[in-house]
């Protein structure tokens, strides 16, 4: 491997993280809440944004994911890997678990959130995957 090549290899955890970005829907509020603003899918963006502190996790905010009636929803996603949209999320619990799979997934040689050691709200509450723009099926 060239020196160069060296060079552009992550050299910390939180370097590897960054590759892994959670994107979190503001405007989310399960069946039981009521419709006021601000929703609870706000606090839990500042949860999930908390959580990611020192890890080089990125944090983003949108306005609706088109999950609405499984809120609250997230979504993971990274370069050169496939995306992923999580619903049924537990505002008190799931903000640490998007993150701890956040970087479990930034890790993945193969772009791919690993099922061994995801957590399980990104298991129970997975709504859909999405494969990478160069994805090609192999039958
Ligand atoms: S309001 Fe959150 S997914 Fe639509």
Do not use: H
Not at 24 to 44: H, M, N, Q, S, Y
Not at 51 to 72: D, E
């Amino acid at each position: 491997m060239a020196f160069a090549d060296i060079g552009q290899q992550p050299t910390t955890e939180a370097e590897t993280d960054s590759a892994a970005t959670v994107i979190v829907c503001i405007t989310c509020r399960r069946p039981v809440d009521p419709e006021d603003f601000p929703r609870p899918g706000l606090a839990f963006a500042d949860a999930v944004a908390q959580a990611a502190k020192n890890t080089g996790v990125r944090v983003k905010r949108v306005r609706c994911l088109a999950n609405c009636r499984r809120g609250l929803s997230a979504a993971v996603r990274r370069e050169a890997g496939w995306t992923y949209i999580f619903g049924d999320l537990d505002p008190a619990t799931a903000a640490p678990a998007l993150i701890a799979g956040a970087r479990l997934f930034a890790r993945a040689d193969d772009g791919v959130m690993p099922w061994r050691g995801r957590p399980q709200p990104l298991k129970s509450g997975l709504i859909a995957r999405v494969p990478p723009d160069d994805y090609e099926e192999v039958e």
